[in-house]
């Protein structure tokens, strides 16, 4: 096997480490589309859960403003019953001290109903002000939900349709690595852990490396394009190949 792999000239190996790289691009670019919907799908998911909380506390809120109501409702009764019974006793009373007395307590009823009457107003107001939160929370969460069925539907969609992709590409990536040699091919990926996008192979692009897009001298695209010699981008690192390797046309790369 490492006899083989020796006879492979710099073109073929080339060739290989440019065809690993487009694979594990494809990968990547798999990885990217499913990489962030999970965590956007997560963020709705909590902003939810959020929201949903809070209209629960309102909810709280206008059971303990409506109880309220009740009591001050049974307050105002109890002070209107005793204000017929003190008004009934008026006429049986013995003497002035005792009407008197009537009068001041009936005077105090009144009083205690205005109290749980505007105790009662001030709660309804209250829970007017609350209803207008759970709806505006209650949109909120229309929205949200909204979106997340649709980001769910997306990312289940993507998942399934690019799940056998992903095996065929990761297949295809493993028979290319064993075509190349290891040390070669650990240089690969360290420059690919390093470059910006994944790239650890580029084409020249309008004299210039397709990765870092730095001007290459005549004499190394020369090089570069005698297919002889591993060259490597001195300001960047990463493989340099000739377009017409990459499949791509003088043309289209100066246009590029
Ligand atoms: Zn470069």
Known sequence: ???????????ERLKHLYNLQQTLSEVDRIKTLRGELPLEVEDLDDEIARLNTRKANFEEEIAALKKEIDDQQENLEKAEKLIDKYTKDQDNVRNNREYD??????EYQHLNIELAEKKMNEAARKIEVVKAEIAKTQEL??????????????????VSETKQDEEKLREKAKRLENKIDSRLL???KRIRKNARNGLAVVYVQRNACGGCFNRIPPQRQMEIKMRKKIIVCEYC???LIDPALAGVSEA????A
């Open 1 to 11: 096997m490492a006899k083989q792999e020796k006879e492979l000239t710099v073109e």
């Open 101 to 106: 007395y009537l009068t001041k307590e009936i």
């Open 141 to 158: 969460l229309d929205d949200n939900e909204h979106v997340l069925a649709e980001k769910k539907s997306e990312l289940d969609e993507i």
């Open 186 to 188: 650990t240089a690969f």
């Open 237 to 239: 690192g990463r493989i």
């Open 252 to 255: 289209d790369a100066k246009n």
